[in-house]
């Protein structure tokens, strides 16, 4: 499984990123169909240090913003849940991915 992001890049240079800030996220997307509302994770990217996560998630934004309102009750709930996850960069995976907790500074 190929994460987008981490081409061509050998082990010790993804450690090296992750090291300088780079993350793995994932970015959430809702799906309405009037009656039921579909709630649903990205796959995994890789950010990279000073990189825009924002950039890499704006095909779930706009998938959220012009499918998700739709359904009752629970397309704005998702729809909102999903722009926020998606606005502030994604859902950090980086523990879930490496097997490690990410260190805090």
């Keep these: 499984m190929s994460i987008p992001g981490t081409e061509n890049l050998t082990p010790a240079e993804l450690h090296q990123q992750l090291q300088a800030g780079g993350k793995f996220v994932v970015f959430s997307y809702a799906i309405s169909l009037v009656v039921i509302t ?14 825009s996560a924002f950039l890499k998630g704006i095909q779930y934004t706009l998938l959220t913003l012009l499918l998700g309102w739709w359904g009752i009750p629970f397309g704005p709930i998702f729809s909102i849940w999903a722009l926020v996850v998606n606005l502030g960069g994604g859902r950090d995976v980086t523990a879930q991915v490496t097997g490690r907790p990410r260190a805090t500074t």
């Excluded at 579909?38 to 990189?51: A, N, W």
């Design 38 to 51: 579909f709630k649903r994770d990205s796959g995994v990217y890789f950010i990279r240090p000073g990189q």
